[in-house]
């Protein structure tokens, strides 16, 4: 439903998308008052991750970027789209190609099943129209990978058309809040991937291997819905949250299973758009949002300096931080695409038109695979602010780090603390640490059930609340131990001897009389201070609560 | 693999390009060096020689004769399998590991892999270094 209002808001010209996110206007110089919201959305996106960006001078025009994307996605399944081979990452060189795969007289594809649920699946939890008939085509080009000389896909009729993908990003103006925004989805279609080359440049020799040659890939088409590197970015992000929700596709950019090509232009606002470039081969999450930024700024500065944009295709060299030529589509590609003459069309049912006696093997019914999707990301995080009363920036990066919600179920799972606290230290803490040793949720030298223990202790005030990030500290440092232990070993139990507490509360109010005198004169942070140096004094082991009541009946006899 | 590389590529030619029929229409027959070169490109052969471009226009010819059957509101038949199942497959690993007979096929092996020269494709049209012994038995020439 929020998908669906979300899409009904951005269904206008492209560019009122920019406009809610005043993302990356900060920094920026003040910004004059006739000027719409519209446009300084359009301003920032050029330019937000653009340190040296400078102000806009006098009579200087604005620009307004576009990305599209097309994402490949490789399927999660036992075996190939049209072959009985395996697939498996890192296997050793052409030990999983069948005759089909090297494509050998005679052979025929036979689709595999598990595929075309995948993409289904894919297609629905993207809110796309499923294709009850889609089709085959060839699409002919000569690579040495590419055995056939052509790659089976889906051009004609898709399986699945017209989807939306809502995902959020950050307004780093105000503190890491979230805002919706939709990209609409053009098509997925289901394709063979190629197989991979290893380039020898020094014996001047291309060594093939066709192990992924025939896997099959879900290609998602995003429309030009974004307007700069992180847009694009968060949404890759969301779509690989799903994909791997659905089990369809493992998604580990990593391994290659999710790939990116970016289509990019830029335009005066009110002006047709520019021509795009194609950047290709985004392989990499971290340099996803920069390849596309670059490639922005690129354009602009090529288009200011009287040039003029070729549509080509580029690829982003990581080692430098820059888009390259990459100069192999000399006149335009064709492509020669015809149907593929040996699979006839791909039908699908829903549980109306499925016909009576069919062999439930043979038959996909939609409104089936509709009724077993499992959690969707989206609606995940709606259950984490709901039951937990989660910001919706915190159900967001309880998602986008591997394993983080996981971890963060186990504490709630063990633990009496509320899920106030749990947040709290599982997002700061915790997160913190991992961040600043550059581990990851699996890495982490600190259990869930350690940090459920920690907490409770904690929440049953048998610590205080900086004795419990120490013990958090030495957990780290030493994951061996139960919090318990380090807290006898430490002795960071709190004073439960009253006399003793009174004491060193008197002892506190004689040392620093300037501060009683400043209280006595009506500051009221003067208590503070005087809860902090017993807290201090009593080496953390205090509880403020109970130091402020004696503070306070001291002071007043 | 390279046998089947020369098939695909001659099959490409004979197989109705339109804008190419177009084009060749145009000149009376005759198939321009423009539209040899963009041939070339695609279908990775190389024509070499007068004699290889007059068969060309041949064979063009002889499938223009295609053109005066009136196929005015006939639907195009794609595929004489178009009103079957598509059979579905279970998704089951039934087949590969058959390394050593797959690379029997290759012209030349390193370790497990095949091994095909450097860069794009065809060095005359993607300015890579090959010697000419090198790209004969990767270049196909038209017959």
């Not at chain 1, 290893?198 to 025939?214: E, F, P, S, V």
């Amino acid at each position: 439903m929020a998908a669906l209002m979300l899409r009904f808001c951005c269904a206008g010209r492209r560019w009122t998308l920019s406009c809610v996110d005043g993302a990356f206007r900060q920094g920026r110089g003040p910004l004059t008052g006739s000027m719409s919201s519209r446009i300084r959305g359009q301003r920032s996106v050029a330019q937000h991750s653009f340190t040296t960006a400078q102000k806009l001078k006098k009579g200087e025009r604005e620009w307004a970027a576009v990305v599209g994307l097309e994402i490949h996605a490789q399927i999660s399944s036992n075996s190939k789209l049209f072959s009985g081979s395996q697939v498996h990452f890192a296997a050793p060189p052409n030990s999983l190609v069948s005759f089909f795969d090297a494509s050998l007289p005679g052979t025929l594809p036979v689709l595999n099943r598990r595929c075309v649920e995948a993409a289904v699946m894919t297609g629905l939890a993207l809110n796309c129209h499923i294709n009850k008939k889609s089709l085959f085509d060839r699409k002919h080009y000569f690579y040495a990978d590419l055995p056939a000389g052509y790659q089976i896909t889906q051009q004609r009729l898709p399986i699945a058309v017209n989807g939306s993908l809502a995902y959020g990003v950050c307004i780093r103006s105000q503190h890491s809040q979230v805002a919706n925004k939709t990209v609409r989805i053009k098509q997925i279609q289901l394709e063979q991937d190629s197989g991979k080359s290893l380039h020898d440049d020094l014996r001047a020799q291309t060594l093939i291997d066709l192990n992924r040659a025939g896997v099959g890939l879900l290609e998602v088409v995003l429309e030009p819905d974004m307007s700069c590197g992180e847009e694009a970015a968060m949404a890759v992000r969301e779509l690989q949250l799903i994909l791997q929700a659905l089990g369809t596709s493992q998604a580990n950019m990593a391994e290659g299973q999710l790939r990116v090509d970016a289509n990019i232009s830029v335009h005066h606002p009110g002006e047709p758009w520019g021509i795009r470039t194609e950047v290709k081969n985004l392989n990499s999450a971290k340099f996803l949002a920069k390849a596309i930024d670059y490639e922005i700024q690129r354009q602009i500065n090529e288009l200011e300096s009287g040039g003029e944009i070729l549509n080509e295709t580029r690829s982003f060299d990581y080692k430098l931080g820059c888009t390259v030529s990459m100069r192999d589509k000399e006149g335009k590609q064709d492509y020669r695409f015809m149907p593929e003459p040996n699979l006839p069309p791909l039908l699908l049912f829903d549980s109306e038109s499925l016909p009576a006696g069919a062999d439930p093997q043979q038959v996909i019914n939609i409104d089936q695979l509709r009724e077993h999707l499992p959690e969707l990301p989206s609606q995940t995080r709606e259950k984490l602010m709901l039951q937990y009363g989660l910001r919706p920036e915190y159900s967001f990066t309880l998602l986008n780090e591997v394993g983080l919600l996981e971890f963060f179920h186990n504490v709630m799972k063990d633990t009496k603390a509320k899920p106030h606290t749990v947040t709290n230290w599982v997002l700061n803490r915790f997160l913190g640490s991992l961040k600043q040793h550059s581990l990851a949720v699996s890495e982490s030298p600190v259990t869930p059930s350690a940090l459920a223990e920690l907490l409770d202790l904690l929440d049953g005030r048998a610590i205080s609340s900086s004795a419990a990030k120490q013990v958090f500290q030495l957990l780290w440092r030493s994951p061996g131990k139960t919090p318990a232990q380090i807290v006898s070993e430490q002795k960071l139990e709190l004073l439960q001897d009253r006399e003793a507490l009174e004491q060193l509360c008197r002892a506190t109010l004689e040392g620093h009389a300037h501060v009683v005198m400043d209280l006595k004169k009506g500051n009221p942070r003067a208590i503070n201070k005087l809860i902090g140096l017993v807290c201090k004094a009593a080496l953390n082991r205090a509880d403020p609560t109970l130091i402020k009541e004696i503070l306070e009946r001291q002071l007043s006899s | 693999m390279w046998a089947r590389v020369a098939r695909l590529g001659r099959w490409a030619l004979v197989g109705g390009h339109r804008a190419f029929a177009t084009e060749v229409c145009r000149g009376g027959g005759r198939v321009t060096a423009e539209v040899i070169a963009h041939l070339e490109r695609l279908a990775l052969v190389d024509f070499g020689s007068r004699e290889a471009v007059a068969r060309l226009e041949k064979a063009i010819a002889f499938a223009e004769r295609l053109h005066a059957v009136d196929t005015e509101r006939v639907e195009p038949l794609e595929s004489v399998l178009e009103d079957r199942c598509l059979y579905l497959r279970p998704d089951n690993v039934v087949e590969g590991n058959c390394v050593e007979e797959i690379l029997q096929n290759s012209h030349r092996v390193v370790e497990e892999y095949f091994v095909a020269p450097p860069g794009m494709c065809c060095a005359k049209y993607f300015n890579s270094e090959l010697r000419p012994e090198e790209e004969s038995w990767w270049c196909v020439k038209a017959l």
